[in-house]
């Protein structure tokens, strides 16, 4: 493996001379670790080990190398062989407890790095366990005990990104960067905080620096494709990530766990339960994908389940908390989920990060629509609409807001324009859609949809509706043939009173010119679908007038 590394004196076949081999030389630990070729190093002190010439220094070079190839169980286990001995180095506690916080072992980690001499390795550990705990009055101890030195600005930097002052950590990026063009991979780091910014854009062009020098690494490869996934789709990203397994990279190993939870995303949740499950205590992003999987399925308590004992710190994980309680909210008719969402809708849509933000004035708007209060809805709606003309679910949320403040004709054009064929079969839609051709004077329109569906809970609520607002505006053909179903469904005296009232009105608008004539043929049937002693009498006036204005029966 190490003369793989080294280009070739001679064509094949050909055997190097005596002064070509005399010159060639195993490179020494210190040249791998300046190249930082950490599996190079790691190769040569296992043959060291294995040769009888084992020592602690020996096996803490192994467990160096070992944690900087993010293998941190393999270095944990080292170290935790080389604390058993006599005469080690006290520094050892803190490599060990670094293993055990790359693992997620935080108490275990806190443990031993106490152990350790005073440092500022020590310092910058304690800073991200202080952080990782809540523990902010910690947090801000050791944030004062940092020096003006990269490690310690780096850890900095490391806390205001996982606090998602994403900015500030750029700042710091940036001001080292000033000071040291050639490190390379803070431009990664940069990079990160302009995608988590929605600058999708700048984050190619800062990525692209690094990538020019390492095409291989996975980290990078990573990101670029997310990027792609927010500018263009889930197809362009995947294709980023496939040039990344076909490169075999060795940095693809250290990602895989990412990658597969990324193509996932990529693929519209394809795979959702054969990745993801396995991956929620791994990488964060894991269990809200799977909550983001459950809620398109339906399964809204499976991803109450997954996101009732999440406590939110960053936007979106509050926006997701918002959604899945008001899902099981309006599911199970709870007012305390519905308020729970509204107070997580009202807290990021209220805050100086987020109030100008589109994510921010959807999150008032849905905080607005909790409390019904729809004219607000649409101011924020209003100034976002641009971004979602082809957004079904946005369309939805805005024509519910418009036909209820009472504007349906737009509402209906908004209607109109939805094609999600999920959406189109949905009550609330159905309901709502019907409701705008009534009060268009589409009723006709509105009985076709009743017409479509199959006899259920739904489509004697949506008959309900109709009756009752071709009623209340004056459109009493259908209204009447509504209310003849109900009476034949449910006999209830109600129906009966809505039928005659409604028949009487189509005779009324005959008379005025604004019901076709012809219209009191069906009439005189439906009155003659009750059995009640008043058909009679209603009968016989409608046929008197009939008879006196020439009409045919």
Known sequence: MLLSRTKPAAGPGVAPSIESRSKSKVPSLEDFLKNRDFTGAMTLLEFAKNSGKGSIENDLWISYCAFHLGEYRHAMEIYEKVLKKDNVPPIVNIYLACCYFYLGMYKEAENFVKKGPSSQLQNRLLFHLAHKF??????MTYHQQLQDITEDQLSLASIHYLRSHYQEAIDIYKHILLDNRDYLALNVYVALCYYKLDYYDVSQEVLAVYLQNFPDSATAINLKACNHFRLYNGKAAETELKSLQEMASPSFNFAKDLIKHNLVVFRGGEGALQVLPHLVDVIPEARLNLVIYYLRQDDVHEA??????????????YILKGVVNAA????QGSREHLKVAQQFFQLVGGSASECDTIPGRQCMASCFFLLKQFDDVLLYLNSIKSYFYNDDTFNFNYAQAKAATG????AEEIFSLIQNEKIKNDYVYLSWLARCYIMNKKS???WELYLKMETSAESFSLLQLIANDCYKVGQFFYAAKAFD?????DPNPEYWEGKRGACIGVLQMIIAGNEPKESIHEV???LRNTSNPQVENIVRAMKNWAKENRVPL
Do not use: W
């Open 134 to 139: 809540g523990e902010e009055k910690q947090l």
């Open 524 to 526: 005189l049937q439906i």
């Open 444 to 446: 006709r329109l509105a």
């Open 485 to 489: 179903i109900l009476e034949k469904m």
């Open 328 to 331: 099981i909210g309006q599911e």
């Open 304 to 317: 109450y389940n997954l996101i009732k004992d999440l406590e939110p710190a960053v936007p979106h994980e």
């Open 407 to 410: 504007n349906y004709k737009e």
